[in-house]
């Protein structure tokens, strides 16, 4: 069995692997966070030295209020009129009450800031080391975790742990407000301490319930999120088909489904949390009881003053609200730590490991030796397919919908790994090339252009970043694309893409060809490259896809039998197997398979321009749920 382009044969695969993409432990998603960090230290040391500095203001405001509590009692007891000296404390400690109250209020807000600005920053490099780890995996992985899983995870993940960094400078406040406060009722006297600690066990008890609930909750939460982006997007991308099918109202049933999944979700999480919420209010009224009855015993005692129990009091008072916070925020974070798991899992997948230059002609020889192919959990697509294209050949593959004719391209162009079998390309094995070789040499066209929105420039360079403005025009001109450039508002320099100049489908089938020009690779596969343009644009494609595969070897899985025609050979595929092969002039005279394929085609096909598209027998076009179906694969060239 062959490896995957790119890796060894025989490596382990990575978690995950089998489904969906990995998603990683507790353990390691808070060593990335904390690595993360760190690689901001600047901004880290700031933001952990301005919290400690606020939450010292926050502890110091109640001591300094218990101070003033007992030297307003010290005045009030003394005899003889107002003490001065008495007095002037009493303004010192006011003052210290102000300067505490002002500074507080600034490391606060320096504090929030800077711990905000560390949460955007980490997430930032986190979004760009997923978003690099999704463009360098292989694609069959990809195909398997489905575009849903991969969208989620770069938008709706990424946003909902951004969003949560907001929360980060209340939490670290929180927690070191709460560690200093616990100081402070030391220092007052440390059976207040004793009673303050009265909450703990109640939140214990409350967390011990909760967490073990929560962290799978929303786990499942991100999970049944993930599939509810698959099922959306699967509509909106295969809209034409669900029209074609009539199938509206079966695709609008299964998006209520997985909406009516992610609201239970949302909802069982958020009965757990409600549960908690109840157990912290009943620890607030246990603790403040236990504190404001030891320190009546205490100062009947004599052994605290009224100052240091006011100061208890409100210390605690202080305190439910950091309190509040770490405890309630535990929904917040079980949230974005769950989309951060699913983003370090992504982060974390190694690509595949670089392989040794091999040359490789130009054109080459393709050669595919017993290929066998499955999709996950599927019956076999394709069986023990032996082809042999020679150097600067063009082979065209036909069939039936559903014979394999998009697997075995996918697989000759390097696309999928086969389950059996191997690719040859001037004798080396695809297998042992890593993706960026095998797309130095391999261009693979489908019928699913993509234009980048930016300049007609930036779309055409991605295949030849150091093209300058005559290679550009030169390979516009090849597939006949020069005259409706040359009349665009700013010519190579005008935008086109989503919103802005639009583009006809086949002026964007004709920049794909473009590329594929630009990069000169020595293997061509065009899987139904002429398919979208329908009658009015087939005839200048299918010029422009000759232009572009003279003096190269080519795979053309074609649309239109004319493209058959025109290839030096013909393969005919029927349930995944190889059936005939060899010239259309022979197989026509052989009246089998293709001979009668032939015969339906130039039946229906209009004369003038080749047919339109979807024609029995030879559409390309997959039924929905079928693993081929509107299938976009990498880069063209």
Same mark, same amino acid.
């Given at each position: ?272 949390? &409600? ?274 595969? &003279? ?87």
């Amino acid at each position: 069995m062959s490896a995957a382009p790119g890796t060894t044969p025989g490596a382990p695969a990575a978690a995950g692997a089998g489904t969906a993409l990995p998603v990683a432990t507790a353990r390691r998603t808070g060593a990335v966070l904390v690595a993360a960090a760190r690689a901001h230290r600047r901004t880290l040391v700031l933001a952990l030295v301005t919290t400690t500095v606020a939450s010292a203001g926050l502890v110091l405001v109640p001591l300094l209020l218990g101070r003033v509590v007992d030297a307003v009692v010290a005045d009030l007891g003394a005899t003889g009129g107002q003490d001065a000296g008495q007095q002037g404390r009493l303004w010192l400690l006011f003052g210290l009450l102000a300067a505490a109250a002002a500074g507080t209020a600034v490391f606060a807000a320096l504090a929030r800031a800077q711990s905000e600005r560390l949460g955007v920053e980490v997430a930032a490099d986190l979004r760009e080391r997923v978003v690099d780890r999704s463009l360098r995996m292989d694609a069959e992985r990809l195909e398997r975790a489905g575009g849903g899983d991969v969208a989620s995870r770069v938008t709706e993940d990424v946003e909902l742990f951004t969003s949560s960094t907001e929360l980060v400078a209340t939490v670290l406040t929180s927690l070191v407000t709460v560690v200093l406060a616990a100081a402070g009722f030391a220092a007052l006297d440390w059976r207040l301490a004793l009673a303050f600690c009265t909450v703990f066990p109640v939140y214990a008890l409350a967390l011990r319930s909760y967490l073990p609930r929560a962290a799978p909750l929303y786990a499942r939460e991100r999970a049944v999120a993930a599939e509810r982006s698959r099922v959306v997007l699967e509509s909106l991308h295969g809209a034409r088909t669900v029209q074609a099918y009539g199938a509206q109202e079966q695709q609008t049933a299964r998006v209520e489904v997985a909406s009516g999944r992610g609201v239970g979700a949302a909802l069982d999480a958020l009965r757990t949390f &409600a549960r908690l919420s109840v157990s912290m209010n009943a620890a607030e009224a246990i603790g403040l009881s236990a504190l404001l009855l030891t320190g009546f015993h205490l100062v009947r005692a004599g052994a605290v003053s009224v100052g240091d129990v006011t100061a208890a009091a409100l210390l605690f008072h202080r305190l439910f609200g950091p309190l509040g916070v770490l405890l309630l925020s535990f929904d917040d974070v079980q949230r974005a730590g769950a989309a951060l798991a699913r983003l370090v899992g992504v982060a974390d997948t190694e690509p595949p490991p670089a392989q040794p230059h091999r040359d490789v002609r130009h054109p080459a020889t393709l050669t595919a030796q017993g290929l066998l192919h499955a999709y996950a959990q599927g019956a076999p697509v394709l069986h023990g397919v032996d082809l042999e294209v020679p150097a600067g050949g063009t082979l065209a593959v036909v069939g039936e919908s559903g014979a394999g004719k998009s697997t075995l391209a996918a697989l000759l162009g390097g696309v999928l790994a086969p389950s059996g079998g191997r690719v040859l390309l001037d004798g080396v094995d695809l297998a042992l090339l890593d993706p960026q070789q095998v797309r130095e040499h391999v261009a693979v066209v489908t019928q699913e252009a993509h234009v980048f929105t930016g300049t007609l420039r930036a779309d055409l360079t991605l295949a030849a970043p150091g093209a300058g403005d005559v290679e550009l025009l030169a390979a516009l001109a090849v597939v006949g694309a020069d005259a409706w450039a040359a009349a665009l508002p700013h010519g190579l320099d005008t935008r086109v893409g989503a919103g802005a100049h639009p583009l006809t489908a086949a002026q964007e089938q004709q920049l794909a060809l473009a590329r594929v020009v630009l990069r000169d690779p020595a293997l061509v596969v065009l899987d139904e490259a002429t398919a979208e343009a329908g009658s009015a644009g087939a005839r200048e494609l299918e010029d422009a896809a000759r232009s572009v595969l &003279a003096g190269r070897t080519a795979v053309v899985v074609a649309h239109r039998l004319t493209q058959a025609r025109a290839c030096d050979r013909v393969a005919v595929l029927e349930h995944g197997r190889l059936v005939e092969l060899g010239t259309h002039d022979e197989l026509v005279a052989a009246g089998e398979r293709y001979a009668r394929l032939w015969r339906t085609w130039s039946a229906s096909a209009p004369p003038a321009a080749g047919g339109s598209t979807g024609h029995p027998g030879v559409t390309g076009r997959q039924p929905p749920g079928h693993p081929g179906h509107d299938r976009a694969w990498v880069v063209e060239g």
